[in-house]
């Protein structure tokens, strides 16, 4: 395809998990990719939401945190980038969060939950492990005869002898 050929937010949905999921694939038949540059002087609708989570996502410093006013800068950012290429956007954002969508972040937040506990089990584990390593080393250390030849004093056991 066309460089800047999309179909849009196909690549969004499909790396975030949002979305109806199996959409794509049902539209399918009936799309086609485009260059967005053909959208010159036509109106298109953009989920304003899925472009927000994107930016909260997406634009990071190299901490990991995200940048300050991420989710501003990058809408503007797009909406320069397709006036620019004299689309007219129209931002769609959907309302109230539907329950069956409730539901499915409830779920996802459980699972989340869930693999973050079994984590910190597991780093825990890990650690105590590297512990009990690093303490065993140091007390067999400890333990052991000396293979020194060196007496009391410092003086190594030839001189003693002299």
């Not at 399918?28 to 899925?50: G, M, N, Q, W, Y």
């Not at 927000?52 to 410093?61: C, E, T, V, Y």
């Not at 800068?73 to 069956?100: I, M, N, Q, S, W």
């Not at 989340?112 to 079994?118: A, G």
Request: aromatic share 4%.
């Amino acid at each position: 395809h066309a460089r800047g050929s999309h179909r849009l937010g196909d690549r969004a949905q499909l790396r975030s998990g949002m979305g109806v999921h199996g959409l794509w694939t049902l539209l399918a038949p009936c799309t086609r990719r485009v260059a967005v540059e053909t959208l010159a002087r036509k109106k298109i609708a953009v989920d304003a939401s899925i472009w927000l989570i994107q930016f909260i996502k997406a634009m990071r410093d190299e901490r990991g945190e995200m940048l300050r006013n991420a989710p501003l800068l990058g809408l503007f950012r797009r909406l320069c980038k397709l006036v620019y290429l004299h689309v007219k956007p129209v931002l769609v954002f959907d309302g109230a969060t539907p329950e069956l969508k409730l539901r499915t972040l409830a779920r996802r937040r459980e699972v989340r939950d869930r693999q973050e506990r079994t984590l910190n089990k597991t780093a825990a584990k890990l650690l105590l492990h590297q512990l009990k390593g690093t303490l065993g080393a140091r007390t067999a250390a400890r333990a052991a005869p000396s293979t020194s030849a060196a007496g009391d004093d410092g003086s190594s056991s030839s001189e003693s002898l002299v």
